[in-house]
């Protein structure tokens, strides 16, 4: 079984570049895709990353996922931020063992 | 447009029983997967279970957290999902979320979420 840390809260400025990151606990992060859900106060969780590193329809190119094998962590970048980005993000992924497993989540705060 | 509705949450003593359902439209509901995801207040996401579709003899999975105690069914005529929660704990109390895969090509992420339903389990 895995586990996926992050950190419990990060914060920037507007305009600035944040990246929230979710390290893989044991096995290859590469083994399966990471997926990134946001979620606002009050509301239920929208998909901003899947497979690693594609966007939804939708989404804005400010955010972009990446993974790295040499630390085994998946990463949430989202440039030039903008107030209404502040929420929780969750990262995302699976395994046959663990099945779905979700990270503990990262209140960004924008300020 | 797809909805996931949930119904059915609400106060519960430890030891009781409850049972959820996540009313679907907007797409073909036979042929979907379905999952449950809970979220206690000021928590984490945390997923719950799934159960498959026909095609796939209606397999289901679970949490170790609830394996045992909670059973997912789906009533395809229906085009509605349930979660049966038994021998109802406290740190059962959660947001009880319905989700239906979408966007991954191996059906391992979730596209549509309901609104979902608060389960609190007190005494």
């Known amino acids: 079984n895995f586990m996926l840390t992050q950190p419990h809260s990060v914060s920037e400025s507007p305009g600035k570049t944040v990246t929230i990151s979710c390290t893989r606990s044991s096995g290859s992060i590469a083994s399966n895709y990471v997926q990134w859900y946001q979620q606002r106060p009050g509301s239920s969780p929208t998909t901003v990353i899947y497979e690693d590193n594609q966007r939804p329809s939708g989404v804005p190119d400010r955010f972009s996922g990446s993974i790295d094998s040499s630390s085994n962590s998946a990463s949430l970048t989202i440039s030039g931020l903008k107030t209404e980005d502040e929420a929780d993000y969750y990262c995302q992924s699976y395994d046959s063992s663990s099945l779905w497993v979700f990270g503990g989540g990262t209140k960004l705060t924008v300020l | 447009e797809v909805q996931l509705v949930e119904s059915g949450g609400g106060l519960v003593q430890p030891g009781g029983s409850l049972k959820l359902s996540c009313a679907a439209s907007g797409f073909t509901f036979s042929g979907s997967a379905m999952h449950w995801v809970r979220q206690a207040s000021g928590k984490g996401l945390e997923w719950v279970g799934r159960?498959?579709?026909?095609?796939?003899?209606?397999?289901?999975a679970y949490a170790a957290s609830v394996k045992g105690r909670f059973t997912i069914s789906r009533d395809d005529s229906k085009n509605t999902a349930y979660l049966q929660m038994n021998s109802l704990k406290t740190e059962d109390t959660a947001v009880y979320y319905c989700t239906r895969p979408g966007y991954c090509t191996n059906g391992v992420c979730f596209r549509y979420w309901g609104q979902g339903t608060l389960v609190t389990v007190s005494s």
């Open positions: 159960i498959r579709s026909k095609a796939n003899s209606y397999a289901t």
